[in-house]
Each structure stands twice: as C-alpha cells, then as structure tokens.
C-alpha cells in the first residue's frame, strides 16, 4: 500500500520567509500526489495536486510543489510566508491498488510569526 | 453553493449509544467518503462509495456502518459508541475517483464519547 510521510509536525517562519513543507512517498509507480490546507475548523481544501503531467505544480495562494522522483518526494513551498497562511497542511497520495483511496500524511501545522 | 454538508456539528455520547452522522452533498458527485482525523493521525478513511448502492471499507472500518441509497446522501452510523470513537470526523465527495479530482470536504463532526 502507498503511504506518505511529512516531517515536521510544527513548522514555524516568520512573515515573509520562505514556506517548506516536506512530504515524501513511497511507491513502486509514479503516484497521484496532492497537498490539502485545513484552517482552524474547517474542513480540507485542496491545494494542488501531481498527476505526472509536470514535475512542478503550481496551487492556489501561491504555493507550489515539485514531484522528485529520485527523491521519492513531493515537498510545499511558498516564497514568502503571509499571516493568513497559518493552517494545517496535509499531504496525500492515491491508493495505487485503488484510485478511489487517497492515504493522508499526519500533518505539518504552519505558524507563521509577524 | 452548500457544497458537503455534516450534521451535527457537535455532539456527545455515552459510551454504548448509537448515532448517525449526517453527510449530503448538492454537486452531483459519485464519489462519497468518511475520515476521521486524529491528533498526530492525519485523516484516516472509514468508509466510501463509489455510487448509490455501493459501498466499501476503508483503512479502520471497524464500528461504523454506511449506507448509499441516494446520491447525495452519506450517513455514517456508529452501532455502539466507545471511547476509542471520540474524534472530528469529515465526509468528503468528488466526481470521480479521488486520485483524479478534487475531493471536497465538509466542514466536520466533533464527536466525544464519555
């Protein structure tokens, strides 16, 4: 089965620094990768996602990640931190023995400091 | 646009009461899941269905049942809480398979058992 693992349970930056969130997979086959941000009580929204047709991914809120696959890895950044970028962030990929599955990482909370 | 709808948003039980965690959805989606998330977890899938009438296990399915008669609707039943139960718990649909759209999420049941 696929898993991911993100390391750093707590990443924190200050303002306008650079965001790097590591996630990496392991699996046989290029995988389907995405990273999901969840702000305090709410649910998950996706972020950005790689479906092998570029290795570097460009999402919402300025964020952007690279597929590695000599690395085995998806990791998160954004240039230059912003308050409102404090969340939860989580890293996924599809289930390679079914599509229908996706597999969550255990997390990277974000503080961003002023 | 309502979007994934969870119902209740809060609720606490005894431990060996029953309950239903409401899930519906109004964009059509086939797709349909459960998760939990726990602290240091990540989100783990219960249950999901890739249409009425479908359903099938998850990673810990073990003390919830599902049900899909209609598209749009998701419940999620716990036979005999337990502790072990206490968690947020999120329903998420897409269109298609998770591992090529954008699942969406709700925005949780924060369920605590006593």
């Known amino acids: 089965a696929q898993s991911v693992t993100q390391l750093g349970s707590h990443v924190s930056v200050s303002e306008g620094a650079l965001v790097l969130l590591r996630c990496n997979y392991s699996s046989s086959v290029p995988p389907y990768l995405f990273w999901y941000v969840q702000y305090p009580n709410q649910g998950l929204q996706l972020l950005l996602k790689?479906?092998?047709?570029?290795?570097l991914v460009k999402g919402i809120n300025g964020f952007e990640a690279e597929f590695k696959k000599s690395e085995t890895s998806f990791h998160l950044t954004k240039p230059s931190a912003h308050m409102s970028d404090a969340a939860e962030y989580f890293c996924?990929?599809?289930?390679?023995?079914?599509?229908?599955?996706?597999?969550f990482g255990t997390g990277t909370r974000l503080q961003v400091f002023p | 646009n309502a979007g994934v709808t969870q119902t209740p948003k809060f609720q606490v039980l005894k431990t060996g009461q029953s309950m239903t965690l409401q899930c519906a959805q109004d964009?059509?989606?086939?797709?349909m899941s459960w998760y939990r998330q726990d602290p240091g977890m990540g989100l783990r899938l219960i249950h999901y269905s890739v249409g009425a009438g479908i359903t099938d296990q998850g990673e810990v399915p073990n003390g919830y049942n599902v049900s899909r008669s209609t598209t749009e609707d998701f419940p999620l039943r716990l036979l005999s809480a337990a502790p072990s139960q206490t968690s947020v718990y999120f329903c998420a649909s897409s269109r298609g398979t998770a591992a090529y759209t954008e699942a969406f999420f709700g925005q949780g049941t924060r369920l605590t058992v006593v």
């Open positions: 790689y479906t092998s047709a570029a290795t």
């Open positions: 996924a990929v599809s289930d390679g023995d079914n599509t229908d599955k996706l597999i």
């Open positions: 964009m059509n989606h086939e797709y």
